[in-house]
């Protein structure tokens, strides 16, 4: 993965979910990732998954009163498959 392949995944995901939660309501926030319970580089669909499931610690901690869970999903599962699930 070159440095520009992970700035644009950063951007795609990460700073776009950002915006989204901060947008939102304070009650509930759900993020998904496809990890396959691995939380290192090996076999995630984009390594830096891990961004997501700190940012959304981060979320729980600065909003107390929030539920904010993350779910993760096989790397062959597509987003359209995740997005109904």
């Known amino acids: 993965m070159s440095i520009n392949d992970w700035q644009a995944g950063l951007e795609e995901r990460l700073y776009n979910l950002f915006s989204i939660i901060k947008a939102l ?3 509930t926030s759900w993020c998904a990732t ?3 319970g ?3 580089f090996r076999r995630s669909a984009w390594p830096a998954g891990g961004t997501v499931c700190g940012f959304a610690k981060a ?3 600065e909003r107390e009163q929030a539920f904010v869970k993350i779910v993760d999903f096989e790397t062959s599962l597509t987003p ?3 997005a109904t699930a």
């Open 34 to 36: 496809r990890m396959a």
């Open 59 to 61: 979320v729980a901690r």
């Open 25 to 27: 309501p304070e009650k």
């Open 80 to 82: 359209a498959v995740i």
């Open 38 to 40: 691995c939380m290192v």
